[in-house]
Protein backbone atom coordinates (compact mmCIF):
# COMPACT_ATOMS: atom_id res chain seq x y z
CA UNK A 1 0.00 0.00 0.00
CA UNK A 2 1.58 3.55 -0.93
CA UNK A 3 1.82 5.87 2.53
CA UNK A 4 -1.55 7.51 1.94
CA UNK A 5 -5.02 5.46 2.13
CA UNK A 6 -7.27 4.61 -1.21
CA UNK A 7 -9.94 6.53 1.08
CA UNK A 8 -10.89 9.23 3.36
CA UNK A 9 -13.59 10.11 5.45
CA UNK A 10 -15.49 13.38 4.77
CA UNK A 11 -18.54 14.34 6.75
CA UNK A 12 -19.70 10.78 7.71
CA UNK A 13 -19.31 9.21 3.82
CA UNK A 14 -16.43 7.15 2.98
CA UNK A 15 -14.95 8.60 -0.46
CA UNK A 16 -12.52 7.82 -2.22
CA UNK A 17 -8.90 9.74 -2.22
CA UNK A 18 -9.23 11.57 -5.49
CA UNK A 19 -12.87 12.84 -4.68
CA UNK A 20 -12.36 14.17 -1.07
CA UNK A 21 -12.30 17.77 -2.29
CA UNK A 22 -12.77 21.43 -0.68
CA UNK A 23 -13.48 24.42 -2.73
CA UNK A 24 -10.43 26.68 -3.22
CA UNK A 25 -12.29 29.74 -1.70
CA UNK A 26 -12.69 27.41 1.77
CA UNK A 27 -11.04 29.73 4.79
CA UNK A 28 -9.25 26.44 5.43
CA UNK A 29 -7.83 26.66 2.38
CA UNK A 30 -6.85 31.07 1.90
CA UNK A 31 -6.10 31.46 5.63
CA UNK A 32 -5.30 27.79 6.99
CA UNK A 33 -8.62 27.81 9.29
CA UNK A 34 -8.50 24.25 10.78
CA UNK A 35 -8.00 22.43 13.49
CA UNK A 36 -6.96 18.85 13.69
CA UNK A 37 -5.69 15.84 15.55
CA UNK A 38 -2.81 13.92 14.83
CA UNK A 39 -3.53 10.04 16.08
CA UNK A 40 -1.97 6.97 15.79
CA UNK A 41 -3.48 3.11 15.45
CA UNK A 42 -1.02 0.80 16.33
CA UNK A 43 -1.29 -3.10 14.76
CA UNK A 44 -0.94 -6.18 16.91
CA UNK A 45 0.72 -8.90 15.38
CA UNK A 46 -0.02 -11.15 17.97
CA UNK A 47 -3.74 -10.52 18.53
CA UNK A 48 -4.46 -9.62 14.63
CA UNK A 49 -6.10 -6.59 15.73
CA UNK A 50 -5.66 -2.82 15.41
CA UNK A 51 -5.74 -0.40 18.19
CA UNK A 52 -5.99 3.33 18.06
CA UNK A 53 -4.00 4.76 20.34
CA UNK A 54 -5.74 7.32 23.38
CA UNK A 55 -8.94 7.84 21.37
CA UNK A 56 -10.63 9.49 23.89
CA UNK A 57 -7.48 12.07 25.19
CA UNK A 58 -7.39 13.42 21.22
CA UNK A 59 -11.08 14.33 20.95
CA UNK A 60 -11.20 15.99 24.29
CA UNK A 61 -8.20 17.94 22.86
CA UNK A 62 -10.11 18.36 19.52
CA UNK A 63 -12.76 19.78 21.54
CA UNK A 64 -10.58 22.06 23.72
CA UNK A 65 -8.87 23.13 20.60
CA UNK A 66 -12.59 23.97 18.56
CA UNK A 67 -13.57 26.27 22.03
CA UNK A 68 -10.46 28.20 21.51
CA UNK A 69 -11.40 28.99 18.33
CA UNK A 70 -15.13 29.50 19.07
CA UNK A 71 -15.92 26.66 16.62
CA UNK A 72 -18.57 23.62 16.43
CA UNK A 73 -17.98 20.40 15.37
CA UNK A 74 -21.19 18.79 13.89
CA UNK A 75 -20.52 14.98 14.99
CA UNK A 76 -20.76 13.64 18.45
CA UNK A 77 -17.54 11.53 20.05
CA UNK A 78 -19.26 8.74 19.42
CA UNK A 79 -19.42 10.06 15.56
CA UNK A 80 -16.37 10.02 15.13
CA UNK A 81 -14.76 7.21 16.98
CA UNK A 82 -17.31 5.32 14.51
CA UNK A 83 -15.85 7.40 11.54
CA UNK A 84 -12.36 5.99 12.35
CA UNK A 85 -12.98 2.67 12.88
CA UNK A 86 -14.73 2.73 9.70
CA UNK A 87 -11.75 4.54 7.85
CA UNK A 88 -9.24 2.16 9.40
CA UNK A 89 -11.62 -0.72 8.12
CA UNK A 90 -12.22 0.44 5.01
CA UNK A 91 -8.16 1.06 4.00
CA UNK A 92 -7.72 -2.86 5.40
CA UNK A 93 -4.68 -1.37 7.47
CA UNK A 94 -2.70 -3.67 9.38
CA UNK A 95 0.18 -2.12 10.09
CA UNK A 96 1.21 1.74 12.05
CA UNK A 97 -1.21 3.82 10.87
CA UNK A 98 -1.06 7.98 11.51
CA UNK A 99 -4.23 9.74 11.11
CA UNK A 100 -5.84 13.07 11.11
CA UNK A 101 -9.09 14.26 11.78
CA UNK A 102 -9.59 17.56 10.56
CA UNK A 103 -12.62 20.50 11.44
CA UNK A 104 -12.40 23.03 8.98
CA UNK A 105 -13.92 26.50 8.20
CA UNK A 106 -15.08 26.05 4.48
CA UNK A 107 -17.06 29.04 2.16
CA UNK A 108 -19.23 31.32 3.62
CA UNK A 109 -18.62 35.02 5.20
CA UNK A 110 -16.36 37.06 3.80
CA UNK A 111 -13.02 37.16 5.35
CA UNK A 112 -14.36 33.71 7.61
CA UNK A 113 -14.02 35.52 10.74
CA UNK A 114 -17.59 35.06 12.04
CA UNK A 115 -18.17 31.43 13.21
CA UNK A 116 -21.53 30.99 12.83
CA UNK A 117 -21.72 32.44 9.66
CA UNK A 118 -19.00 30.01 7.72
CA UNK A 119 -19.76 25.89 6.96
CA UNK A 120 -17.21 23.91 8.96
CA UNK A 121 -16.92 20.24 7.89
CA UNK A 122 -14.91 17.33 8.94
CA UNK A 123 -12.47 15.19 6.74
CA UNK A 124 -9.89 12.40 8.36
CA UNK A 125 -7.28 11.57 6.09
CA UNK A 126 -5.08 8.05 7.27
CA UNK A 127 -1.23 7.45 5.66
CA UNK A 128 0.39 4.36 6.35
CA UNK A 129 3.37 4.90 8.94
CA UNK A 130 5.41 2.07 10.44
CA UNK A 131 8.23 3.58 12.57
CA UNK A 132 10.90 5.65 11.36
CA UNK A 133 14.68 4.49 11.55
CA UNK A 134 15.43 7.53 13.43
CA UNK A 135 13.74 6.05 16.48
CA UNK A 136 16.55 3.47 17.06
CA UNK A 137 19.15 5.44 15.71
CA UNK A 138 18.40 9.17 17.23
CA UNK A 139 18.62 12.25 15.57
CA UNK A 140 21.56 15.61 15.54
CA UNK A 141 19.03 18.20 16.46
CA UNK A 142 19.73 22.17 17.18
CA UNK A 143 18.68 25.19 18.73
CA UNK A 144 16.04 27.09 16.20
CA UNK A 145 16.48 30.89 15.13
CA UNK A 146 12.69 30.58 15.09
CA UNK A 147 10.88 31.02 18.85
CA UNK A 148 7.71 29.12 18.95
CA UNK A 149 4.77 30.72 19.15
CA UNK A 150 3.20 32.21 21.99
CA UNK A 151 0.59 32.31 23.81
CA UNK A 152 -0.55 35.87 23.50
CA UNK A 153 -0.47 35.58 19.52
CA UNK A 154 -1.30 32.27 18.26
CA UNK A 155 -1.33 29.93 21.40
CA UNK A 156 0.52 26.79 21.00
CA UNK A 157 -1.89 24.84 22.88
CA UNK A 158 -4.24 24.80 19.87
CA UNK A 159 -3.68 22.76 17.80
CA UNK A 160 -4.66 24.69 14.81
CA UNK A 161 -3.21 24.28 11.27
CA UNK A 162 -2.20 27.79 11.10
CA UNK A 163 0.25 27.37 13.89
CA UNK A 164 2.47 24.84 11.65
CA UNK A 165 3.32 27.91 9.37
CA UNK A 166 5.72 28.37 12.49
CA UNK A 167 6.59 25.08 12.47
CA UNK A 168 7.59 24.73 8.67
CA UNK A 169 9.89 27.49 9.36
CA UNK A 170 12.02 25.83 11.66
CA UNK A 171 12.01 22.55 10.20
CA UNK A 172 13.03 24.00 6.92
CA UNK A 173 16.49 25.52 8.56
CA UNK A 174 17.67 23.10 10.55
CA UNK A 175 17.37 20.97 7.38
CA UNK A 176 19.33 23.50 5.47
CA UNK A 177 21.49 23.69 8.33
CA UNK A 178 21.79 19.90 7.93
CA UNK A 179 19.90 18.55 11.22
CA UNK A 180 17.31 17.03 12.13
CA UNK A 181 14.01 18.44 14.61
CA UNK A 182 15.25 21.03 15.86
CA UNK A 183 14.51 22.43 19.65
CA UNK A 184 12.35 25.25 19.46
CA UNK A 185 12.30 28.26 22.25
CA UNK A 186 9.32 30.46 23.44
CA UNK A 187 9.21 33.85 23.61
CA UNK A 188 11.00 33.76 27.02
CA UNK A 189 14.14 32.03 26.11
CA UNK A 190 13.49 28.67 27.66
CA UNK A 191 12.77 25.16 25.80
CA UNK A 192 9.44 25.06 24.53
CA UNK A 193 8.93 22.01 21.95
CA UNK A 194 9.93 21.17 18.54
CA UNK A 195 8.03 21.90 15.53
CA UNK A 196 5.91 19.05 16.04
CA UNK A 197 6.53 16.72 19.45
CA UNK A 198 7.55 17.97 22.80
CA UNK A 199 10.89 17.51 25.00
CA UNK A 200 12.40 15.50 27.63
CA UNK A 201 15.32 15.23 28.94
CA UNK A 202 17.08 13.19 31.97
CA UNK A 203 19.70 14.49 34.23
CA UNK A 204 21.07 12.85 37.15
CA UNK A 205 18.45 9.84 36.74
CA UNK A 206 15.51 12.52 37.11
CA UNK A 207 13.30 13.34 33.79
CA UNK A 208 12.60 16.69 33.08
CA UNK A 209 10.07 18.20 30.61
CA UNK A 210 8.67 21.68 30.00
CA UNK A 211 5.38 22.89 31.79
CA UNK A 212 2.38 23.10 29.82
CA UNK A 213 2.90 26.93 29.99
CA UNK A 214 5.66 26.98 27.94
CA UNK A 215 3.98 27.92 24.74
CA UNK A 216 4.06 23.94 23.62
CA UNK A 217 0.85 21.85 22.92
CA UNK A 218 -0.86 19.91 25.80
CA UNK A 219 1.13 16.66 24.64
CA UNK A 220 -0.97 12.97 25.10
CA UNK A 221 2.05 11.04 24.63
CA UNK A 222 3.93 13.69 26.96
CA UNK A 223 1.29 12.94 29.53
CA UNK A 224 1.63 8.83 28.48
CA UNK A 225 4.86 9.25 29.13
CA UNK A 226 5.21 11.49 32.49
CA UNK A 227 2.34 8.88 33.99
CA UNK A 228 4.69 5.67 32.32
CA UNK A 229 7.92 7.23 34.04
CA UNK A 230 6.28 7.79 37.65
CA UNK A 231 4.03 4.50 38.14
CA UNK A 232 5.72 1.63 36.25
CA UNK A 233 9.48 2.71 35.90
CA UNK A 234 9.78 4.61 39.38
CA UNK A 235 11.29 7.47 38.00
CA UNK A 236 10.85 11.04 39.52
CA UNK A 237 9.48 13.82 36.61
CA UNK A 238 9.79 17.43 36.72
CA UNK A 239 7.55 19.89 35.28
CA UNK A 240 9.70 22.59 34.94
CA UNK A 241 11.23 25.55 32.41
CA UNK A 242 14.43 24.47 30.91
CA UNK A 243 17.48 26.62 29.76
CA UNK A 244 19.06 26.10 26.76
CA UNK A 245 22.40 25.58 28.27
CA UNK A 246 21.02 23.00 30.69
CA UNK A 247 19.99 20.60 27.15
CA UNK A 248 24.17 20.70 26.51
CA UNK A 249 24.94 19.52 29.71
CA UNK A 250 21.83 16.69 29.89
CA UNK A 251 22.95 12.86 30.23
CA UNK A 252 19.65 12.19 27.75
CA UNK A 253 16.83 13.82 25.45
CA UNK A 254 14.48 12.76 23.42
CA UNK A 255 11.55 14.04 21.54
CA UNK A 256 7.83 12.69 22.16
CA UNK A 257 4.47 12.58 20.60
CA UNK A 258 2.21 10.63 18.50
CA UNK A 259 3.78 11.09 14.98
CA UNK A 260 7.54 11.27 16.41
CA UNK A 261 7.07 8.71 19.30
CA UNK A 262 9.78 8.51 21.56
CA UNK A 263 13.04 10.11 18.87
CA UNK A 264 16.17 9.61 20.75
CA UNK A 265 18.58 13.43 20.32
CA UNK A 266 22.10 12.44 20.54
CA UNK A 267 23.52 15.76 19.93
CA UNK A 268 22.12 19.26 20.12
CA UNK A 269 24.34 22.48 18.51
CA UNK A 270 27.11 20.05 17.92
CA UNK A 271 27.54 18.87 21.40
CA UNK A 272 26.95 15.06 22.41
CA UNK A 273 23.98 14.51 24.27
CA UNK A 274 25.55 12.31 27.45
CA UNK A 275 27.37 9.81 25.20
CA UNK A 276 26.30 10.79 21.98
CA UNK A 277 24.00 7.61 21.43
CA UNK A 278 20.79 6.59 22.89
CA UNK A 279 20.07 6.96 26.25
CA UNK A 280 19.59 3.59 28.77
CA UNK A 281 16.42 5.62 30.14
CA UNK A 282 15.30 6.82 26.87
CA UNK A 283 15.47 2.87 25.47
CA UNK A 284 13.63 2.08 28.37
CA UNK A 285 11.05 4.88 28.57
CA UNK A 286 10.77 3.76 24.44
CA UNK A 287 10.54 0.03 24.75
CA UNK A 288 7.53 0.47 27.53
CA UNK A 289 5.64 3.12 25.32
CA UNK A 290 5.46 0.33 22.37
CA UNK A 291 4.40 -2.56 24.94
CA UNK A 292 1.43 -0.46 26.58
CA UNK A 293 0.84 0.74 22.83
CA UNK A 294 0.50 -2.37 21.04
CA UNK A 295 -1.52 -3.87 23.66
CA UNK A 296 0.91 -5.94 25.39
CA UNK A 297 0.66 -4.38 29.45
CA UNK A 298 -3.26 -4.92 30.72
CA UNK A 299 -3.35 -2.38 32.94
CA UNK A 300 -3.43 -0.09 30.08
CA UNK A 301 -5.41 -1.52 28.21
CA UNK A 302 -8.09 0.68 28.67
CA UNK A 303 -5.83 3.47 26.45
CA UNK A 304 -6.89 1.28 23.50
CA UNK A 305 -9.68 1.23 21.13
CA UNK A 306 -9.75 -1.84 18.86
CA UNK A 307 -10.68 -1.53 14.87
CA UNK A 308 -11.58 -4.95 13.60
CA UNK A 309 -12.95 -6.86 16.49
CA UNK A 310 -16.41 -6.77 17.42
CA UNK A 311 -15.70 -4.58 20.14
CA UNK A 312 -14.30 -2.01 18.02
CA UNK A 313 -17.89 -1.12 17.41
CA UNK A 314 -18.75 -1.83 20.90
CA UNK A 315 -16.21 0.73 22.29
CA UNK A 316 -17.36 2.97 19.74
CA UNK A 317 -20.47 3.45 20.73
CA UNK A 318 -20.11 3.57 24.59
CA UNK A 319 -17.76 6.81 24.20
C1 LIG B 1 3.75 21.11 18.00
C2 LIG B 1 3.51 19.77 18.62
N1 LIG B 1 3.92 19.56 19.87
C3 LIG B 1 3.74 18.37 20.48
C4 LIG B 1 3.13 17.32 19.82
C5 LIG B 1 2.91 16.02 20.52
O1 LIG B 1 1.56 15.90 20.87
P1 LIG B 1 0.89 14.47 20.99
O2 LIG B 1 1.73 13.71 21.94
O3 LIG B 1 -0.45 14.73 21.57
O4 LIG B 1 0.85 13.87 19.66
C6 LIG B 1 2.67 17.51 18.51
C7 LIG B 1 1.98 16.46 17.74
O5 LIG B 1 2.28 15.34 17.69
C8 LIG B 1 2.86 18.76 17.90
O6 LIG B 1 2.45 18.97 16.64
Redesign the pocket.
Known amino acids: MADRADYVWMDGKIVPWAEAKVHVSADTVLRGGNIFE ?1 MRAYWSEAERELYIFRNAE ?1 LK ?1 LRQSAKIMRMSIAYSDAQLTAGFIELLRKNRFTEGVHFRPVVYFGEGEAYGFKPEEVHNGVFVLAYSRPHAKSITTGIHSCTSTWRRNSDVSSP ?1 RL ?1 AAA ?2 HN ?1 RLATVEARLNGFGVPIMLNDRGEVA ?6 FMMVRDGVLVTPPVTAD ?7 A ?1 LIQLARDELGLQVLERDIDRSEVYIADEAFF ?5 EVLPIVSVDHYPVGEGKVGPLTKAIQDLYFRVAKGGVPKYRHWLTPVYGEAGAAAAAAQ
Open positions: GHRSKNYSESPGSCILESITRTCGSGA
